[in-house]
C-alpha cells in the first residue's frame, strides 16, 4: 500500500528558513514525479515545487528564488528548503507522488505558519 510521510511542518518567523519532507516507504514503488502543493484559508491549491526521477524541477511563480526542492531517489524522499520566507507562504502543504504502475497520491498535509 502506497503511503506518503511528510514532515518539518511549524511555525517560523519571516525570513527565517524552514524544511519540509515527504517519502513514500517502500524500495518496491517506483516514484516518478513528487511535488508540494500548499493550500491557504481562502485561496486555491497551487503548485510549489516538484521534481521528476531525473531530477527535472518545476518552481511556483511565487516562490522562485527562495525554495529549492531536491530528491533522493534511494529513499523515494524529497526535501524541500525554503527560505526567506513571508506570512503570506503560510499554508498547509501537501505531498504529491505518482508512483508508477499504480497512480497518483496525495499526502494528509502539514501546517507551515510565519509570522510576522
Known amino acids: 500500500q502506497v503511503q506518503l510521510v511528510e514532515s518539518g511542518g511549524g511555525m517560523v518567523e519571516a525570513g527565517g528558513s524552514h524544511r519540509l519532507s515527504c517519502s513514500v516507504p517502500?524500495?518496491?514503488?517506483?516514484?516518478?514525479?513528487m511535488k508540494w502543493y500548499r493550500q491557504a484559508p481562502g485561496k486555491q491549491r497551487e503548485l510549489v515545487a516538484g521534481i521528476t526521477r531525473d531530477g527535472l524541477t518545476d518552481y511556483g511563480d511565487s516562490i522562485k528564488g527562495r525554495f529549492t526542492i531536491s530528491r533522493d531517489n534511494a529513499k523515494n524522499t524529497i526535501t524541500l528548503e525554503m527560505n526567506s520566507l513571508k506570512p503570506e507562504d503560510t499554508a498547509v502543504y501537501v505531498c504529491?507522488?505518482?508512483?508508477?504502475?499504480?497512480?497518483?497520491?496525495w499526502g494528509r498535509g502539514t501546517q507551515v505558519t510565519v509570522s510576522s
Open positions: 517502500g524500495s518496491e514503488f517506483l516514484v516518478y514525479a
Open positions: 504529491f507522488a505518482h508512483v508508477v504502475g499504480r497512480g497518483d497520491y
